[in-house]
């Protein structure tokens, strides 16, 4: 079966992107996946701005043509995370707690107190921790610092003080042409070493 847009029927399922739960009537994005546990399928289900921020090429499949403005409004937003292949991995920002975190980007260790970028991997059907980058590191890493609205979306807790900081501290990076040639630099070095991301 397709993937579906649709109301939810109760509010019973949490969103696989948020982890929060998705209201009744509210609509969702269902992704349909082969059932790990059996035969046929399962659904794999969130809110519509999680799936076009974590999901964009399933959300994609289905957006136009589900005739929800809702979804079609986010279309962009899929087409962006496509456009930037690790921006999907965007889970939220914080003040790193402790100094022992390394960053994914420069491998350098993330210093107490600094903005960080949290990161996610889609495997086997739902979303792992993945480790941080600098808010500094963002253009090199994403190849874009225009992170604000999913770090906003993911990390609901920070209020607009925060993300100003955070958007200053994303500012401070190489924010220039030379940042998509590290980031494919830095792709063949990961290649090379058998730990590509």
């Not at 035969?39 to 589900?66: D, I, N």
């Not at 995370?81 to 889970?91: S, T």
């Not at 949290?118 to 963002?138: D, I, K, N, P, Q």
């Not at 792709?187 to 090379?192: G, K, L, M």
Request: charged share 25%; net charge negative.
């Amino acid at each position: 079966m397709p993937h579906v847009i649709e109301s939810a029927t109760s509010a019973r399922a949490k969103c696989r992107g948020c982890d929060r739960k998705i209201a009744k009537d509210e609509l969702r994005f269902g992704e349909r996946q082969p059932n790990a546990f059996g035969e046929g399928e399962m659904t794999l289900w969130f809110h519509l701005t999680c799936a076009a921020y974590k999901r964009p090429q399933p959300f994609l499949e289905v957006a136009a043509s589900s005739g929800a403005p809702d979804a079609a409004a986010l279309i962009p937003a899929a087409e962006f995370g496509i456009a930037h292949r690790r921006l999907p991995r965007v889970n939220g920002a914080e003040r790193a707690p402790t100094g022992r975190a390394r960053c994914r980007s420069c491998r350098e260790p993330i210093e107490q107190a600094v903005w960080r970028i949290s990161l996610t991997f889609f495997e086997e059907y739902r979303f792992a921790a993945s480790g941080f980058v600098h808010a500094a590191c963002a253009a090199a890493y994403f190849e874009t610092i225009d992170l604000i609205d999913r770090v906003a979306h993911f990390s609901p807790e920070l209020d607009t003080a925060a993300l100003v900081e955070l958007r200053g501290a994303l500012r401070t990076g190489p924010d220039g042409p030379a940042a998509p040639a590290a980031a494919r630099e830095q792709e063949e070095q990961e290649r090379q070493t058998g730990q590509e991301e």
